[in-house]
């Protein structure tokens, strides 16, 4: 008998790769399992640590203010960059910083996390495990010399193993990896997500057990009309999605608009209204899951589901706009669970037809907040079906997901954590432009160099260069930091009105057309027909850093270069040119421009 041929080498040295990989992915998928139960177990040792079983007025008070002024110090002067839930930040290092999170960011995470959540802020524990296993299994492929585009790939698959570990949904948490981290539900990476989920929660269910996070009872559909009531639930869930998220992001405004050497006391200023809300509802304290749980069972009444709503709706906005550690993940869970329940108990009690409990309208309300807020819908579908695994929860449950994920996309358009990421001046790459693009991008087609008028400089002076230079618009600032863009008429305006010893900064409105370096061509001539004829390219990691500026002259001395370098190398391979054939030469570009200099590089 024959032996089987000899593989290639380049495909032996692929095959040992991939299988490297597929290690690599279960090894990760028991580490990121094991750090999001040692994380929760921390935060339930630490919340009786600092409230016991019985905890006086005082303590609700005094620890939430207290140990938010130790975490404000630790955030702001040791790891400035774990505020928050860390979903945000996992997606950034994935698009933008090709999958590398410091060593210092699961660590900080961690430490912070279970201090923030223990002392009772109203903050989830999924969205730190997520980014302390996906620092975990980036920091595993950097130290295992792992390629850039795999070191990248980690990424994901980390957030996938912890999410599933923590929430005890590994279908949910591979779908919320692709959807949310990755964007793109298509991705190749399912195959290494779904080990590495599978894994860790094997790990997590080893060790705490195969008892499942809620207790649900059997849920039964009582009457068809019960469906308008569901559509009522999905109605009022996309409201209150849009109130959080812009409950949210306002309030979140107003403490970046404070000084920035008040960084380290801002999580002290949440502690205090913490303090005093759990002094009225002591509930909404951390993650908040037992109280989920009994209205999943039916132990709330109407009066105490409308008001612990309300309460953790406050105090989630608070807790974590002011820059303390812990996710929204939970709270979202929460108040879609107090919410259905108490729409449930007024329909069971009023409806005219035959109604199911109201733990099954808390069941579905979680779903329909978790996709009105997160935005995440196909996760909030299987992560309710896998809490019941009844198929017949389904028609109603994406009945009110939908309606609510309707209503939140048309009332606050941008998903709440790239909100979040563009407050902070980070601006993530659109679905679309995810994978490689065959056509022309602003990097292109853009000047690196650029002129600037300083920000405190007169408007007085800025006309005199205008009409020095003969310029109709201008940047304001600096390229690292730039303020805007004013343009030669207002600033005439502005000197026809008598204002010349303002700053030209005042002149600046508050948001300037730009786009990103990886922007398509046709959003950039789009947005070019918008400004006045000069287009800032911003970082995405950075949005007031300049890249480089888009003018009309730039585009066509980028293309006129094309049609010279296709029609050059159709003459040195001895081809017809023709106009049909230059058109057609080359979807890739072939040449980039720097500053100013119009010269190919």
Known sequence: MSAPPKLPVAQQIRLREEQLFLALTIVIGVLAGLSAVVF????????????????????????????????????????????????????????????????????????????????????????????????????????????????????????????????????????????????????????????????????????????????????????????????????????????????????????????????????????????????????????????????????????????????????????????????????????????????????????????????????????????????????????????TQDYQILVPLMVANMLSFAISKRYQPLPVYHALLQQDGVHLPAAISHGVSSGWTANDVMNTEAIFLPADASIASAWESAQREGWTARLVGTRDRIDGLVTASAVRAAIESGTTDEPIESLVGEETVHVHPDHSTDVVLQRLAESNGLLPVVSRNAATRLEGVITMDSVIAAFGSRRRAGRAGLLEHGAGIGPGAVEGAGDKPTVAFRAGSRRPR
């Open 40 to 387: 929760s177990l921390s935060i339930d040792r630490m919340t009786h640590v600092f409230f016991g079983l019985a905890p006086s007025h005082l303590r609700l008070f005094l620890v939430p203010v207290i140990i938010s002024l130790v975490t404000g110090i630790l955030l702001a002067k040791v790891f400035p960059n774990v505020r928050g839930s860390g979903i945000p930040q996992t997606e950034t290092a994935y698009h933008l910083q090709g999958g590398r999170i410091p060593w210092q960011v699961p660590i900080g995470k961690f430490l912070t996390g279970v201090l923030c959540i223990g002392s009772g802020h109203s903050l989830g524990r999924e969205g730190p495990s997520v980014q302390i296993g996906a620092g975990l299994a980036s920091v595993i492929g950097r130290w295992l010399h792992l390629p850039p585009a795999r070191v990248k790939e980690l990424v994901p698959v980390g957030a996938a193993a912890a999410l599933s570990a923590a929430f005890n949904t590994p279908i949910a948490a591979v779908l919320f990896a692709l959807e949310e981290i990755i964007g793109d539900l298509n991705a190749t990476l399912l195959g290494s997500t779904v080990i590495a989920s599978v894994t860790s929660v094997i790990v997590a269910r080893s060790i705490l057990g195969n008892e499942p996070l809620f207790h649900v009872p059997a849920y039964h559909l009582e009457h068809p009309a019960e469906l308008v009531a569901y559509v009522l639930l999905g109605l009022a869930g996309g409201i209150i999605s849009v109130v959080f998220c812009k409950g949210l992001l306002g309030v979140r405004v107003l403490f970046k608009r404070m000084p920035q050497s008040t960084l380290w006391f801002q999580p002290a200023i949440g502690g205090v209204a913490i303090g005093a809300l759990l002094l009225t509802a002591p509930q909404v304290m951390g993650v908040g899951y037992e109280y989920v749980n009994q209205a999943l069972n039916g132990g709330l009444v109407f009066n105490t589901l409308l008001f612990l709503c309300l309460f953790k709706i406050a105090a989630t906005i608070i807790s974590y706009s002011s820059g303390n550690a812990g996710g929204i993940f939970a709270p979202t869970l929460f108040i879609g669970a107090m919410a259905g329940g108490a729409l449930g108990t007024l329909v069971h009690r009023y409806a005219p037809f035959p109604t199911g409990d109201p733990a099954a309208y808390a069941l579905v309300g979680m779903g329909t907040l978790f996709a009105g807020i997160i935005r995440a819908p196909m996760t909030s579908v299987f992560m309710i079906f896998e809490i």
